[in-house]
């Protein structure tokens, strides 16, 4: 059984930084998985924030984090990490780490589809300020 376990959220002003790390059961060494961090609000549908497909380090990107977050592994270790840079008020939510064991990220459609992951995280919660 797969499993995730999420950490590094917290509370931060407006232009700080946090780095999420989500570890577990998936060992990166010859892992043939798409990982990936989504995020959710209240009410709101969950979102891809970014994806790794650990095999060949294809990483993925929705728009509005270009730039500000970087998505890594350290396959030693077996965690991938989620560094996120210049923080705004809109990146407030609840993050989830998934995996899915597939080579691409982009197999059966594009990568942020949320039903494509089959393994999900508790979630660790970021909150910005303003």
């Known amino acids: 059984q797969v499993t995730l376990v999420e950490s590094g959220g917290g509370s931060v002003q407006s232009g700080g930084s946090l780095k999420l790390s989500c570890g577990g059961s998936i060992r990166f060494t010859y892992s043939y998985y798409c990982m990936a961090w989504f995020r959710q609000t209240p009410g709101k549908d969950r979102e891809g924030v970014a994806a790794?497909?650990?095999?060949?380090?294809?990483?993925y990107y929705d728009d509005s984090v270009k730039g500000r977050f970087t998505i890594s592994q350290e396959s030693a270790n077996n965690t991938l990490f989620l560094q996120m840079n210049s923080l705004k008020p809109e990146d407030t939510a609840m993050y989830y780490c998934a995996a899915v064991p597939s080579r691409r990220c982009d197999t059966g459609g594009p990568w942020y589809l949320r039903f494509k992951f089959n393994h999900w995280g508790q979630g660790t919660q970021v909150t910005v300020s303003s």
């Open positions: 790794m497909a650990l095999e060949t380090g294809s990483t």
